[in-house]
């Protein structure tokens, strides 16, 4: 079993729509999580950290579930922009090492 | 502010010839450094990790080594690239106590 895992994709959405994504991830020991973007022949970027409580950025809303070891990622009224490869990502921190375990990827292809 | 700057951001090698890959970070003292790879369509494989000056870890083995110098300069080598080490080449900073991790742009290889 994969250490963090995504469906790959891709999802194709209208202009406007709200798109949802998931990730499991194996490790329950995992401390923090996040998801990034990367564009097409880019570097990762990141677009949010993942609370327990749930967190909100704009149009972008994640949750963790650590019970179910199950993160996600909400785009409300998507925009041709927000097409790119989103990035499940868990932390895990041992011995002055933060490791970053990165899902595969999902694309997201906005069209209008 | 920090920033990480990787060169160069293209290569193309002859299958057998030697590589160096440099990273550098700004704006920030004893940050931890890392490599990774992409393939073409694939997630990112972390190769190396450092904590600090001289001190390396690999995550895999292969035909790669790594290099931390300096505080804040980390270098991907190779003495013989095989066509198998063709990618997508990324260097990353973080802080410590699980931050994220912020990546540099990148170097396309290409082994011929």
């Known amino acids: 079993r994969k250490e963090v895992e995504q469906d790959p994709g891709p999802f194709n959405v209208p202009e406007g729509a709200t798109v949802a994504f998931n990730c499991t991830y194996s490790n329950s020991a995992s401390q923090s999580f996040f998801w990034y973007r990367q564009d097409c022949r880019k570097e990762p970027k990141l677009l949010m950290s993942?609370?327990?409580s749930g967190n909100e950025d704009g149009r972008f809303t994640a949750q963790l579930n650590r019970a179910s070891q199950y993160i996600s990622l909400l785009i409300r009224d998507s925009k041709l922009s927000d097409s790119a490869t989103y990035l499940c990502?868990?932390?895990?921190?041992?011995?002055?090492?933060?490791?970053?375990?990165f899902g595969a990827g999902t694309r997201l292809a906005v069209h209008p | 502010s920090q920033t990480i700057h990787q060169w160069p951001a293209t290569l193309v090698q002859p299958v057998g010839s030697p590589l160096s890959l440099e990273c550098t970070v700004e704006?920030?003292?004893?940050?931890?450094l890392y490599w990774y790879r992409q393939a073409a369509g694939r997630g990112l494989q972390l190769l190396f990790y450092?904590?600090?000056?001289?001190?390396i870890s690999s995550e895999v083995p292969q035909n790669l080594s790594a290099s931390r110098p300096q505080d804040r300069q980390f270098i991907l080598s190779s003495k013989k690239l095989l066509l198998s080490d063709s990618g997508f080449y990324l260097c990353?900073?973080?802080?410590?106590?699980?931050?994220?991790?912020?990546f540099g742009d990148g170097t396309r290889l290409s082994i011929l």
């Open positions: 993942v609370y327990s």
């Open positions: 704006g920030t003292s004893n940050p931890n």
């Open positions: 990353a900073w973080s802080g410590t106590g699980g931050q994220p991790q912020h």
């Open positions: 450092s904590v600090g000056i001289g001190q």
């Open positions: 990502v868990a932390n895990f921190f041992s011995g002055g090492y933060n490791k970053l375990i």
